[in-house]
């Protein structure tokens, strides 16, 4: 059988072209939830471009397949018609799904977030973050336990925690300046002395502070 007159070929094409970078995608996406890496939202810039480019091979692979199922009806699937529908609406759905993605990344990427880890054996109580006018109080922490909050709309400037253990003072710089919309994940963690230790999630080889 000559393979360029096979339907079936070209309808394995556009699966591929539809499937691959909606699989990527979401994987890209999910990989990048959990781990915030920035090198993650790279490629998943680069899904997109190509994403474009197997969205345009797929159609151009279905409508091969359609043209030689309707030429040559004997060499074509029973079913070639549902089979030509699911390849479309896959090849479709790469672009909500694309939409979808984005807004959500641009949604988390824009949210700020601060998750406090209590590293002692004592409970760090009265915790507070203070940034601008903004006031919140996060109450008391247990031995080895941890909080997180996310904020989007607290406003600019720098992103201040101060807390006690056992009445003895601690504080720091979360962020010298926060700007409102571009986000960030930071990691506090009340370490003895007491002292507390600051990262970067998103860049966790580079430690904020003592």
């Not at 556009?14 to 990989?31: E, S």
């Not at 949604?107 to 406090?116: F, G, K, L, P, W």
């Not at 590293?119 to 247990?142: C, F, K, N, Q, Y």
């Amino acid at each position: 059988m000559d393979e360029e007159a096979d339907p079936d070929r070209w309808r394995r094409g556009a699966l591929w072209f539809g499937g691959l970078p909606l699989g990527v995608g979401c994987l890209t996406f999910g990989l990048w939830m959990l781990l915030r890496l920035e090198g993650l939202m790279a490629i998943g810039v680069l899904t997109l471009v190509g994403g474009t480019g197997c969205f345009l091979g797929g159609t151009l692979s279905l409508a091969r397949y359609v043209i030689l199922s309707r030429r040559e009806p004997a060499r074509a699937h029973p079913r070639w018609r549902v089979r030509a529908a699911f390849a479309g609406v896959l090849l479709a759905v790469n672009w909500p799904a694309a939409g979808a993605i984005v807004v959500a990344a641009q949604a988390v990427h824009s949210t700020y977030r601060v998750e406090i880890r209590n590293g002692l054996e004592a409970p760090v109580t009265d915790i507070r973050l203070l940034l601008g006018g903004t006031h919140t109080s996060l109450g008391d922490l247990a031995p080895g336990a941890r909080r997180t909050i996310s904020f989007r709309d607290w406003g600019e400037g720098g992103l201040d925690i101060r807390a006690a253990v056992n009445g003895a003072p601690v504080s720091g710089t979360v962020d010298a300046y926060v700007i409102q919309g571009q986000g960030g994940d930071r990691i506090v963690t009340v370490r003895p002395g007491p002292r507390l230790e600051i990262v970067d999630r998103r860049r966790p080889d580079l430690p904020i502070g003592p």
